[in-house]
């Protein structure tokens, strides 16, 4: 397949969902040879979160008078944000113009399927003539699956669990505690989580942000510690996720890696919304994870996802630590099995025209 040029854009709305998506596929597709040009509004995450940068990929600030660049033969827009007038004017002139496609917001619900490969047409504005296609990342094959590259860290826990150990800011961690990563919001029901969690020696970990104030401002029951985390870069995050026992994520980009990354199992901050549409969101997800698994297990996970989100109490245990760990290394590798976002979308890519 020819190296192509790609022109990826990407809002910042909040948080670091944004920019890690279209990171990670940035530096996905650069390592297979093409050629990408990142448009990002606030690339201030990147210092950390890819502080080498990427072969292939070059950092293109966009603010409110973007360079007349001409596109490339791809142009992604990361979640319907629109790329600059002037810049989808040149695409509908470009012959070929390029091809265009919509990233959007990964979801298990039924519309994903249904959605992903659309085509949409354009008829007013700049872009006037051109298509515009709809890819859907998902959990299934009929949609347009998850970004897998470096997922294989965690076929390696105890290497993963090697490299945390020998951070410098893992000095003073007892040895032999538990490892809860805690990467949710500032809004995260605590108390009840903090009393589930209480009884074996445990280590809290925490990267930077509110939920990490909050905490440290919380009473902890026996057997709990905090360890206050610094930024560390995508590579790292992975392998810190590989290396825990359980892992609470949020948003979309760590909640997908850490289904893919550990073997560990996972609870769920979903992204919240003015109406309530994740509520939608989170129940369509544990559908498709937690089918064919026994009742009881059912319950309990279910029960926790919710308790992570506010929609139930939180249970005074977590589930059976050996059955849930089968669980989600169960739906790990199926979703290991799946061909990946990257490889779709170049397959997408080459059956369009502009
Ligand atoms: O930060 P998030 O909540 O991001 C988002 C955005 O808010 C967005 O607006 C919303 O639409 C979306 O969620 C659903 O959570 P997320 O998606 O998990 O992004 C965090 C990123 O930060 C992810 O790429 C992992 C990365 N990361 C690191 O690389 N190193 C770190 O130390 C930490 C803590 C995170």
């Known amino acids: 397949m020819r190296a192509w040029r790609w022109d990826l854009f990407c809002r910042v709305i909040d948080n670091f969902g944004d920019v890690g998506v279209c990171w990670r596929l940035a530096a996905e597709l650069g390592a297979r040879g093409h050629a990408v040009r990142l448009w990002i509004d606030d690339a201030s995450a990147l210092a950390w979160m890819a502080p080498q940068g990427a072969p292939g990929v070059t950092v293109q600030p966009w603010g ?3 360079p007349d660049l001409p ?3 791809v142009v992604v827009e990361a979640f319907g944000c629109t790329p600059p007038p002037g810049f989808v004017a040149r695409m509908a002139a470009a012959t070929p113009p390029p ?9 298990a619900e039924p519309y994903a399927e249904r959605s992903h490969g659309l085509r949409s047409p354009q008829f007013a504005g700049p872009g006037a003539g051109l ?14 699956g998850l970004l897998q590259d470096g997922a294989a860290v965690g076929d390696d826990p105890a290497g993963a669990r090697g490299w945390l150990r020998a951070q410098p800011w893992a000095e003073g961690w007892r040895e032999s505690d538990r490892l809860v990563l805690l990467f949710g919001y500032a809004s995260l029901p605590l108390p009840g989580l903090l009393q589930a969690l209480a009884g074996p020696p445990t280590t809290l970990l925490l990267p930077p942000g509110g939920l990490c104030d909050r905490l440290q401002a919380e009473p902890l029951p026996a057997g709990l510690r905090l360890a206050a985390l610094p ?3 995508q590579p790292e995050f992975d392998r810190m996720l590989a290396a825990t026992d359980l892992n609470l994520v949020r948003g979309e980009d760590s909640f997908v890696r850490a289904q893919l990354c550990a073997t560990a199992p996972f609870l769920w901050q979903i992204y919240p919304q003015d109406d309530g549409a994740h509520a939608l ?11 064919g698994s026994p009742p009881a297990l059912v319950g309990a996970v279910r029960q926790c996802f919710h308790a992570a989100n506010g929609l139930a109490p939180w249970p005074s245990a977590l589930p059976e630590p050996a059955a849930w760990r089968a669980l989600h290394q169960a739906w790990r590798a199926r979703l290991r099995a799946q061909d990946d976002l990257c490889t779709q979308l170049l397959r997408f890519v080459k059956g369009r025209p502009g």
């Open 64 to 66: 409110d008078q973007p």
């Open 71 to 73: 596109p490339g033969d």
């Open 99 to 107: 091809v265009w496609i919509n990233l959007e917001y990964l979801s």
């Open 131 to 144: 298509d515009k296609w709809f890819f859907y990342p998902g959990f299934t094959p009929a949609t347009g």
């Open 231 to 233: 930024h560390v870069s």
């Open 281 to 291: 969101k989170l129940e369509a997800f544990l559908d498709r994870y937690l089918a």
